[in-house]
């Protein structure tokens, strides 16, 4: 397994797209690091996906009806587990307040 990065810039409130399926290959993201940037304190992002057939963004809910929410911070590594985005096409996050110009790193491996 091939692990690898990509810097997101944020666009107002929303990241540009992570692919996660490009090639016959999966990138699949295991977490985010956030830069040591008072402007992530107190956001938060939510995940959103696209399967790429309609162009529509959909919120990421798991089984029980939790929406897929992450609580960001400062200088910090968040994980993720990785089962959660097998199957999408596309990926981006949506933040709770505006991040404009900002950018987070996404650690993700190639299956």
Known sequence: ???KSKTLTFSTATSN?????ED????IPSGI???NDAAFNGKT???QVSDGGSGAYYPLYDMDGA????TLGANRAIYFDMGNFVGWKFLKFVASGSLDG???IVAYSGL
């Open 102 to 104: 900002k950018t987070m």
């Open 1 to 3: 397994m091939e692990r």
């Open 24 to 27: 016959a290959n999966y990138q």
């Open 17 to 21: 797209i992570l692919t996660l399926f």
């Open 67 to 70: 929406k897929f929410t992450i």
């Open 45 to 47: 992002l939510e995940v």
């Open 33 to 35: 690091i956030i830069p």
